[in-house]
């Protein structure tokens, strides 16, 4: 059994879960601006539980290339406040807070999370790993190259899974170093890859789980989707669902997506397939 510990509660990752995409910020890829209202996101996160999400990853910092840095004080106003929010109305939820900041990540915990979801794997903030190690939560580190400003200049690879590998073993060790326990890999699809390395990549996912740890994947309609389609984003939908099946098959744990009922419909015929 591959089990993490989020707030005493085992969650079973040998049978593969759903988190669902929550976006506090005017300039996210794909729902920038669209959950802005109390209403809406309590709403939203009840529609993303009710359709089958085991966790709830609440980011205030649009991670897509090329997108504005905010501050520290800015990210902090626009997490805090909804994931306390979240932890009043629906106690039962797992979130996540998606920040590279270590004191973004504290203050999420502290607010009500239960997991760190990191995209640059502690190289952004010294003090990342250190303070997940004593907030003793589980932590999911992203493959990345430079900032999300400067990644698009960032995709030279010698051997593409050879150098994910390096990256998170090494990066695998400074955690553990301060005393993380519970780790997630995520490949970071769109983050330093060009289209055809991230296709490369997802065809090649078994060999990331040679580290012995659970696999994130986020696909949902990114870019390797929709430009190779000829689509937009709202027109992704069924590219996802195709690479999410991908994902299962080739190992994935937790499939992090916009479109939890579609993804949980994945994850319900892959269970059934592997009966």
């Known amino acids: 059994m591959r089990t993490i510990n989020c707030k005493g509660k085992l969650i079973d990752l040998s049978t593969p879960k759903v988190m669902g995409i929550l976006n506090i910020t005017p300039d996210s890829f794909y729902d920038g601006g669209k959950y802005e209202k109390e209403q809406d ?11 089958g999400a085991t966790f709830i990853d ?8 090329g997108a504005k840095h905010i501050s520290e004080e800015e990210e902090l106003e626009r997490v805090v406040p909804v994931i306390e ?35 640059s794997a502690g190289q ?20 990345m190259r430079g900032t999300p400003q400067t990644m698009k200049e960032h995709t030279n690879y010698k051997d593409l899974v050879h150098d994910v590998n390096m ?10 170093y301060y005393g993380v326990k519970d780790i ?55 590219g996802t669902t195709s690479l999410n099946t991908v994902a299962l098959m080739k190992g994935a744990s937790i499939l992090r997506v916009h479109d939890v009922k579609e993804a949980m419909e994945c994850v319900m015929l892959y269970n059934q397939l592997n009966a």
């Open 85 to 119: 929010m979240i932890q009043k109305h629906f106690p039962d939820s797992i979130m996540s807070i998606d920040t590279f900041r270590s004191n973004v990540a504290k203050a999420g915990i502290q607010a009500g999370a239960a997991i760190v979801n990191d995209i």
């Open 41 to 51: 996101i309590l709403e939203h996160v009840d529609k993303m539980i009710t359709e």
């Open 167 to 176: 990256y998170f073993s090494e990066r695998i060790n400074n955690a553990r």
């Open 184 to 238: 997630i890999l995520d490949p970071g699809f769109g983050f330093s890859k060009n289209l055809g390395q991230n296709f490369e990549l997802l065809n090649k996912l078994e060999l990331l789980t040679m580290a012995g740890l659970p696999l994130l994947v986020g696909v949902s309609r990114k870019s390797m989707i929709f430009k190779l389609l000829d689509q937009s984003q709202n027109e992704a939908l069924n």
């Open 124 to 143: 952004l903030d010294e003090d990342m790993l250190p303070t997940v190690g004593k907030l003793n939560v589980p932590y999911i580190m992203m493959h």
């Open 58 to 65: 609440v980011g205030g910092y649009s991670s897509r290339p």
